[in-house]
């Protein structure tokens, strides 16, 4: 958009052009994601930017990462949602698309948001639908039909994690009115590409919730209760969301979120009654007993 201006002094007119109106960056966290990064860049080659956070990667996530032209790279150790803000942070651009390392923005969900921010956006937040991948296939039922949309565009500044767990949803700051609408275009999550890379997750995210939990909020549920919290876990997710219409691999899913679920509340447990610090207590006694036999 330009506009004709007239010169200092003079009745010679000169164009002043406008600088691009909505220009928009990606933030990606990262932490050696060499095999699967070049996906989600490629998807991302029309972002005015693209903000890679990485928590000191030893592989070659760095160098791929710095290949693109659009990418700009930092490293920091944080947690992966408070890197998130940090890179939001970085951004020059006024509006910022949420993805993780093993996300891709398909082409029409691409396009999509090149129309939108090439007009008017009406909204301050738009939400996008997804599919997830479990060892190569999409799940379109039980957790996978339980999380439906995600926000996946919104103007820096409208949406902020709080970053006080690994699994909690952007919101708006306080006093922050944001309003909402819906993105047709669908992004792809290929999360757990096998059996193993989904007990690491299990223990990364149950590990980085709980070292920063206050202890006030922490609850011991009772030993007799928790096995039937967890049939009603795997039950709700397998028969009610319907899981087992996934397959073997939506029943192989139940499991696992189940087991997550148990992992979480014996963790809850072990840090309520400091039960590391037990051991580590007995094991020195223990130990203590065999220096004085000497």
């Not at 993780?100 to 956006?121: F, N, Y």
């Not at 969301?241 to 809850?268: M, N, P, Q, S, W």
């Amino acid at each position: 958009m330009s506009r004709a201006l007239p010169m200092a002094g003079k009745g010679i007119y000169h164009l002043e052009v406008n600088p691009k109106e909505n220009t928009v960056a990606a933030v990606i966290p990262t932490k050696n994601v060499q095999k699967i990064i070049r996906g989600a860049l490629d998807s991302l080659r029309f972002c005015d930017e693209v903000i890679i956070v990485d928590m000191f990667s030893t592989d070659e996530t760095k160098a791929i990462c710095e290949s693109y032209p659009n990418v700009r790279y930092f490293a920091r150790n944080g947690y992966i949602y408070e890197n998130f803000n940090f890179g939001m942070d970085q951004a020059k651009s006024n509006w910022i698309i949420r993805l993780d390392s093993d996300e891709r923005l398909t082409i029409e969900l691409q396009q999509e948001i090149q129309a939108l921010l090439g007009g008017a956006p009406g909204h301050d937040v738009y939400t996008a639908p997804f599919v997830s991948y479990f060892l190569g296939e999409p799940i379109y039922h039980g957790t996978g039909e339980s999380k439906g949309r995600r926000e996946t565009l919104f103007r820096k500044g409208k949406l902020r994690y709080k970053a006080r767990s690994e699994h909690e949803p952007l919101t708006p700051p306080d006093g922050v009115q944001v309003s909402t609408g819906e993105l047709r275009g669908m992004y792809l999550h290929f999360s757990t590409p096998s059996i193993r890379k989904y007990l690491d997750k299990i223990n990364y995210y149950t590990e980085k919730d709980f070292e920063r939990a206050p202890m006030e909020i922490l609850r011991v549920v009772p030993r007799w209760k928790l096995p039937l919290m967890a049939a009603r876990k795997f039950f709700q997710s397998y028969i009610g969301l319907r899981g087992y219409k996934d397959g073997y691999h939506g029943f192989a899913l139940a499991c696992l979120d189940t087991i997550y679920f148990v992992v979480h509340y014996l963790k809850e447990w072990e840090k309520k009654t400091s039960q590391r610090e037990h051991h580590d207590r007995v094991r020195e006694t223990f130990d203590r007993s065999l220096g004085s036999g000497k």
